[in-house]
C-alpha cells in the first residue's frame, strides 16, 4: 500500500522569504504521480504543482517548485518570495497510474508573518 | 468553464438519520471521486467512478456509505444511519479522461457534515 508522510505539522515564514515543505512517500510502482494541493479555510482544495515521476526534471510554477529525490522517495515543496496569500494547509499526495486514487499526507499548515 | 460543485455546503444531522451528498463535475469529465477530510487531518479516498467501468468501492468504510453516478453527470453520496464518527468534510473531485494514467483531480468546496 501506497503512504505519504509529512512530518511537519506547522511551519512559519516571513513574508517574501523562502520555506521548504517536507514530503516522503513510499509506493512499488515505478510510474507515478506527485502533487502538492493548498487548502485554504475556505476549504477549496487548489493544485499547486504536479510533477510526474518519470521526468527527472523538477516542475516549477512561477514561485512554487519541488525537489523531487526519486531514489530518497522525497518531494519537497519551495515557496519562494512567500506572500500572505500562501498561508493554508498543503497536502502532498501521490497518484499510482494503476489505481488513480489519491494517497495524502496530513498535512503542514503553513503560516507566513508579514 | 464552471468548477467541481457540491451540495449542501453544511449539514447538520441528528444520529441515526440518512444523509445525502451531492457532487456535480466538471462537464466533460469522466472520472469522479469521493473523499473524506476528518478534522486536521488529511483526505481519505472513498469511492472511485470511471465512465461507465464498475466503481471501486475500496475506501468506503461501512456499508452505511454507498455511491452512485448516472453517466458522466451528477454523484450522491448517501449515509444511512450516521454516526457522530461520520463528522467530516466530504470532498468530491474529477478529473479528465486520460488513457493509461492518472491526471490531476480538481476538487469541489466540499459539505462539512456534522452529525449531533
Known amino acids: 500500500a501506497q503512504t505519504v508522510t509529512q512530518s511537519q505539522p506547522e511551519m512559519s515564514v516571513q513574508e517574501a522569504e523562502t520555506v521548504t515543505l517536507s514530503c516522503t512517500y513510499d509506493?512499488?510502482?515505478?510510474?507515478?504521480?506527485l502533487f502538492w494541493y493548498k487548502q485554504p479555510p475556505s476549504r477549496q482544495m487548489i493544485l499547486v504543482i504536479r510533477?510526474?515521476?518519470?521526468?527527472?526534471q523538477n516542475a516549477t510554477e512561477n514561485r512554487f517548485s519541488v525537489n523531487f529525490q526519486k531514489a530518497a522517495k522525497s518531494f519537497s515543496l519551495k515557496i519562494s518570495d512567500s506572500q500572505l496569500g500562501d498561508a493554508a494547509m498543503y497536502f502532498c499526495?501521490?497518484?499510482?497510474?494503476?489505481?488513480?486514487?489519491?494517497?495524502f499526507g496530513e498535512g503542514t499548515q503553513l503560516t507566513v508573518n508579514p | 468553464g464552471a468548477g467541481v460543485s457540491q451540495s449542501p455546503s453544511n449539514k447538520v444531522t441528528e444520529k441515526g438519520k440518512d444523509v445525502e451528498l451531492r457532487c456535480d463535475p466538471i462537464s466533460g469529465h469522466t472520472a469522479l471521486y469521493w473523499y473524506r477530510q476528518r478534522l486536521g487531518q488529511g483526505l481519505e479516498f472513498l469511492i472511485y467512478?470511471?465512465?461507465?467501468?464498475?466503481?471501486?468501492k475500496s475506501g468506503l468504510p461501512s456499508d452505511r456509505f454507498s455511491a452512485e453516478r448516472t453517466g458522466e453527470s451528477v454523484s450522491t453520496l448517501t449515509i444511512q444511519r450516521t454516526q457522530q464518527e461520520d463528522s467530516a468534510v466530504y470532498l468530491c473531485?474529477?478529473?479528465?479522461?486520460?488513457?493509461?494514467?492518472?491526471?490531476?483531480?480538481?476538487f469541489g468546496p466540499g459539505t462539512r457534515l456534522t452529525v449531533l
Open positions: 509506493t512499488s510502482e515505478s510510474d507515478y504521480y
Open positions: 467512478f470511471q465512465g461507465n467501468s464498475a466503481p471501486d
Open positions: 499526495a501521490l497518484g499510482e497510474t494503476s489505481g488513480s486514487r489519491l494517497t
Open positions: 473531485a474529477s478529473s479528465p479522461l486520460w488513457a493509461g494514467g492518472s491526471d490531476t483531480q480538481y
Open positions: 510533477q510526474e515521476a518519470y521526468k527527472q
